[in-house]
């Protein structure tokens, strides 16, 4: 049981350049999240995904786009890499219901340059 | 100011020592999370509470919905237990509300 799964852990880019950051979960959770944690600084809410076809935007969603392919997977896009963007990227999700614990992957690492 | 606020936000014990970590939160919850990141690893969920207190082997989580605060301890510390510390709430239900973490340094 793989848990939330996100690669790649660590990338560099140059600015402009796009990426994206792929994340799955095999738990059959219905919400999805993507954060970026700064240094001191929380956990940001780029976008979530309360369900299969649905996305919203958070706290910090510009620069950024999402796709929740199917239930397990959610992808988040980068279209034009901002040195601003540099940060720690952790994909979660829980199964929906308030409440309930939340399962973090293991961060990717993206530096921009 | 914070919805989720964190004391103290570094902390260094030595190994052996009793440690209280304390979130207080403004918004309302149905229930808290409280989170563990390693240096340079992932984030995992201790606990989640919305009243009481939980235990988990030498960590103690503790709330008071009506003073909206919450505290983590950790018995006879050990350096392994070195981490950041985050506490967490539900917000409108689905997403969350982090606080900005208590790094904790347990010497040897």
């Known amino acids: 049981n793989a848990g939330v799964t996100q690669t790649p852990k660590f990338q560099v880019l140059k600015t402009g350049q796009s990426m994206t950051l792929q994340c799955a979960q095999d738990m059959n959770h219905n919400s999805m999240y993507w954060y970026r944690q700064d240094p001191g600084m929380g956990l940001r809410l780029i976008y979530y995904?309360?369900?299969?076809?649905?996305?919203d935007k958070g706290e910090v969603p510009n620069g950024y786009n999402v796709s929740r392919l199917n239930k397990r997977e959610f992808s988040l896009r980068l279209e034009s890499a901002a040195p601003s963007q540099t940060s720690v990227y952790f994909c979660?999700?829980?199964?929906?219901?308030?409440?309930?614990?939340?399962?973090f992957g293991e961060g990717s690492w993206l530096t921009v340059v | 100011k914070n919805e989720v606020e964190q004391s103290p936000q570094n902390l260094t014990a030595q190994e052996g020592e009793f440690i209280t970590i304390n979130c207080s939160y403004s918004?309302?919850?149905?229930?808290l999370h409280w989170l563990q990141q390693h240096p340079g690893g992932g984030i995992v969920s201790l606990f989640m509470l919305s009243s009481g207190k939980k235990k988990h082997g030498r960590l103690i989580a503790t709330i008071n919905i009506q003073e909206k605060h919450s505290s983590l301890h950790i018995t006879a510390s050990h350096p392994r237990d070195s981490a950041v510390y985050i506490c967490?709430?539900?917000?409108?239900?689905?997403?969350?509300?982090f606080g900005p973490g208590t790094r904790l340094s347990v010497l040897p």
């Open positions: 995904s309360a369900s299969e076809g649905t996305t």
């Open positions: 918004v309302g919850i149905s229930a």
């Open positions: 967490a709430v539900p917000r409108y239900g689905q997403n969350f509300v």
């Open positions: 979660a999700s829980e199964i929906g219901e308030s409440g309930n614990t939340i399962y």
